[in-house]
């Protein structure tokens, strides 16, 4: 996100090109695209969990060239699933749940941002639902209006301080954990202050149960403690 804001013709190529060129392939192939899209399409400026219809409108070079990529699929091919998600962590590779476990081990202090609200998303329950929707009869005999936006996260929102000390209570790591406000904390990309997605429409169109984001915390901590 942050290097989005330097690395602007990149982010273009990925986020805008790339989904462009996915786009047409499908089309030409006469197959379903699941794209993954982000709530940083969103300013921040809610203070209710969005929905598929509101209008976006992204404040960082990421949030704007994710939103351009959404609307390049749009224009070139009607059979596709964008999936909205957002504070996606989980057992592999880099994101804030690894981070706050390395830094746990390294320091004794910490301070983390608590005005920023959102939805932690445990990418295991993501993929599951992107397989589930792959898998659906809904998919395998769609409706006209069964493709276009869904949003997905895990269930519940909080703070990226939240999220921390929920990280350090379950892996028992003592730290002197600080809330801070944005402001203390400047980074190169603007972060929406809300950014919660209401899940409703893909819980209803393809009849799902969504965990809460502690307990989705909780397994993928599980897992990652025991290997």
């Not at 005005?115 to 005999?141: R, W, Y």
Request: charged share 20%; proline share 6%; aromatic share 10%.
């Amino acid at each position: 996100v942050d290097k989005a804001e330097t690395e602007l013709d990149k982010a273009h190529l990925i986020n805008v090109i790339g989904s462009e060129n996915l786009a047409k392939v499908c089309k030409n192939q006469n197959t379903i695209l699941l794209h993954v899209s982000t709530d940083f399409v969103f300013d921040g400026s809610s203070d209710i969990p969005y929905i598929e219809t509101d209008i976006p409108n992204p404040t960082g070079v990421y949030g704007k060239t994710k939103l351009a990529g959404e609307v390049a699929i749009q224009n070139i091919w009607n059979k596709h699933f964008i999936i909205r998600t957002s504070w996606v962590y989980s057992q592999f590779g880099n994101n804030f749940m690894k981070t706050m476990l390395r830094l746990g081990n390294e320091r004794n202090e910490l301070s983390v941002v608590n005005d920023q609200i959102g939805t932690p998303t445990n990418a295991v329950d993501l993929a599951e639902v992107l397989i589930k929707i792959i898998l659906s009869p809904i998919t395998q005999n769609p409706k006209p209006n069964t493709f276009g936006v869904y949003n997905f996260s895990n269930e519940g929102q909080c703070s990226w301080y939240d999220f921390a000390k929920e990280i350090f209570t379950l892996n028992k790591v003592q730290i002197n954990l600080k809330p801070i406000p944005t402001e203390a904390y400047p980074t190169p990309a603007k972060r929406p202050h809300y950014s919660v997605l209401n899940c409703d429409k893909i819980k209803q169109t393809f009849d799902l149960e969504i965990p809460y984001w502690k307990d989705s915390l909780k397994a993928c901590l599980t897992v990652l403690n025991n290997n």
